[in-house]
């Protein structure tokens, strides 16, 4: 009697799944909202001649439900099968900087930014923008 009550007793301690154990596949990234974009603009042409770097920005959305851990950016060249550069970015910064070299004319990239619910470890859902490099 006394091991079952012992048992019962960690079962009632143990957090459950939807407090954040693991690797973040809990929850519904649903419920934590999107990232909005600003530049550079979905389906923009840019010219990089003279540029150092490529600066992507987003702005501030509803925090989720747990606070906002992180955000993390992620951008493809093509349609998303080779990784130029992948961050995991402070949850008070909106932008990030990719230098200039990581570009060729001619190419087309894809980017996103999700972030992630520091209660239950989700990350949210995204949408991708796409733009081309025309010039270096």
């Given at each position: 009697m006394k091991k079952m009550v012992l048992?019962?007793?960690?079962?009632?301690?143990?957090?459950?799944?939807?407090?954040?154990?693991?690797?973040g596949m809990q929850?519904?990234?649903?419920?934590?909202?999107?990232?909005s974009y600003i530049k550079p603009e979905d389906g923009s042409a840019l010219d990089?001649?003279?540029?150092?770097?490529v600066v992507f920005e987003w702005q501030m959305v509803p925090i989720p439900g747990g606070g906002r851990e992180a955000y993390k950016f992620v951008l493809f060249e093509g349609d998303g099968y080779l990784e130029v550069s992948s961050l995991v970015i402070d949850p008070r910064t909106f932008r990030a900087e990719v230098p200039a070299d990581k570009f060729s004319p001619g190419s087309s990239y894809r980017w996103y930014v999700k972030q992630r619910d520091s209660?239950?470890?989700v990350w949210s859902q995204h949408d991708s923008w796409y733009f081309e490099v025309i010039k270096k």
């Open positions: 048992l019962l007793a960690l079962l009632l301690f143990l957090p459950s799944p939807a407090e954040g154990i693991g690797g929850g519904d990234s649903g419920s934590v909202p999107k990232v990089l001649t003279g540029k150092d770097s209660r239950t470890l």
